[in-house]
């Protein structure tokens, strides 16, 4: 399966949620498919979606909050996995896509083929967690997150597979956060 099927199958099921993505071309395969004004796109800090997603669940504890990340991201800052789990939101759907390649910079290799980073995020102590290694299993899997109390974890396994044709975000940074904070903080 490809990076960007999963996702395919992923933004039919939000509704009004913010959800922070990981820079890169998940930002970019979300941008393509369905820019939202509650997606908040990572132009650069590499690793800090979680951290952003993090707040954005704190500070709005009664809205579901999604993080759409990368198993590069999340090895660069595997300590978020550990706040998370200790701030213990109950909000919060950390959503890992797992190419097992930084792919964004060239497809060097993760150590994500050795470390499996679900076991990571149970390992620190995230209520639930899921894997999906099939399209099929991704819809019924995120629904079960989105419908239980958090921090939830899905770790979906997918191949380097980026169209490298496919256009950058085009919103400002500014942009990005102006349309964000009006969905965050809507009630």
Not at 92 to 101: K, S, T
């Amino acid at each position: 399966m490809k990076g960007i099927e999963a996702f395919q199958e992923l933004l039919p099921l939000l509704k009004d949620e913010p959800v922070t993505l990981a820079n890169g071309f998940i930002s970019r395969q979300v941008y393509n498919l369905e820019d939202r004004e509650g997606n908040f796109y990572m132009i650069g800090s590499m690793g800090l979606a979680s951290s952003i997603g993090l707040g954005v669940a704190l500070a709005q504890p009664d809205k579901k909050s999604v993080i759409f990340d990368g198993d590069g991201n999340v090895l660069m800052a595997m300590g978020t996995l550990a706040m998370i789990s200790a701030a213990a939101p109950k909000n919060l759907v950390h959503v890992v896509v797992d190419n097992e390649a930084y792919e964004s910079t060239g497809k060097q290799a993760t150590l994500s083929n050795k470390i499996q980073l679900d076991e990571v995020a149970r390992g620190t102590g995230y209520p639930l967690v899921m894997r999906a290694e099939k399209k099929e299993e991704i819809g019924p899997a995120f629904k079960k997150l989105m419908d239980s109390p958090g921090p939830g974890f899905l770790l979906i396994k997918a191949e380097p597979s980026f169209d490298s044709s496919m256009g950058r975000v085009h919103h400002t940074p500014e942009e990005i956060r102006d349309r964000f904070m009006k969905v965050a903080t809507a009630k």
